[in-house]
DNA sequence: AATGGGGCTTCCCACCGTGGGAAGGTCAAG
DNA sequence: CTTGACCTTCCCACGGTGGGAAGCCCCATT
């Protein structure tokens, strides 16, 4: 099987492979005479398997622990555990912080009230007139939040 | 007042304020003889503006229309919520995102006794032995979640 | 006046995960 | 044999942010 039936198979794009395979994440497939990478249901099963790891969020970090466990058969699943509920803690902690920058906008944009007229609660605010520093988003311990795509 | 001071005064690294201008998010700030940027008060303003609206997770286009808006005397409101609104309904999809793979997880890790014998209802589910993608995170639409930091 | 330390400048590099695309080789079907 | 689909490697970009090097500049203390 060629990289682009395992990207198909697996729901990891080609690109992705080379990628994950550049890291050390999949070790590095079988090559033809011509050298393309070979694919097998193993390979395969191990795409997938990071597939549905990194659609729960994990990090290719993560990723590569939770391959080294999966194919460690006496693995003991108090580590896996403790690897998922730490994950969970960051996802929560995230979570939480998307959920309070979007509860202050949505405070800001009730009082906003959206017409042609120039006065705006919410520019007010970012601008910080009269109401310095209102909104202390990001508290302490922030760790600002970016998303992609 | 020099850049570090700028920096400062607004909350937004010396680092991240020449990015700004790089990318005309704030217009290049005047230079002393030397070279050095040089800021005032009306400066410092935008900045804190900046690191407001930041720390609201808007990105740096965002920031762009925002900026402009504000500086804009005779800006209807209406333009103003609409950003916002549409901002916090990327905000919401994005924490629902991350709550979902947070449930997930949580329920698998329940499921997961957690001590030392290697058979982990996680690493089962990634794997996908008998439950071939029972937890369909990210269905359509999906749109992967990163953070940083 | 010289020296030292801290600030400023620009420029490049790294992170992470992903896609785009160029330049070139390969394979299978027509 | 040609054509088109696929594969290879390599570089570039994104968004924001920090790190650091090399080279000025400014001020205060000797």
Redesign the pocket.
Known sequence: M????AAKASGV????I??YESIGLVPAAAR??????SYGEREVHTLRFIRRA?DLGF???QMTELVALWSDRGRASADVKAIALRHVAELDRKAQELREMSETLKHLAATCHGDGRPDCPIIESLAGEGVPDAAPRAPRGFD?I?T?R
Chains 1, 2 share one sequence.
């Open positions: 060629n990289i682009g039936q794009s080609a690109k992705m080379r990628y033809t005479e011509a050298g393309y990478r990194r990090s290719a970090d600002r970016r992609l």
